[in-house]
């Protein structure tokens, strides 16, 4: 499955994967205000076995065919409990 990955200047560290290249409408207006411009990173292949460093391929699969995107947040930092 192809993919195409987006970044928001808006928003650090976050991303919008695409299942077609530059399908903004397929997002709700509300998120695309929100996350402001998006800017091309990279276009992936995805697959059952491809690793992805910070998203379960899967889910980003199932988002892709379900709703035709998938959102990457940054990662929540946990603080230390001392």
Same mark, same amino acid.
């Given at each position: 499955?192809?993919?195409? &990955? ?13 299942? $077609? ?8 207006? $509300? ?5 402001? /411009?998006?800017?091309?990173?990279? /276009?992936? /292949? ?6 992805? $460093?910070?998203?379960?391929?899967? &889910? ?15 990662? &929540? ?6």
């Amino acid at each position: 499955m192809q993919c195409f &990955v987006y970044k928001s200047l808006r928003k650090a560290d976050t991303y919008v994967f695409l299942r $077609a290249q530059d399908a903004f409408e397929l997002m709700p207006d $509300a998120l695309r205000t929100q996350f402001g /411009e998006l800017v091309f990173v990279i /276009e992936i /292949e995805l697959s059952p076995t491809r690793k992805l $460093a910070r998203e379960n391929v899967e &889910v980003v699969m199932a988002n892709l065919v379900a709703q035709g995107y998938h959102l990457q947040f940054p990662p &929540v930092l946990e603080s230390a409990v001392d």
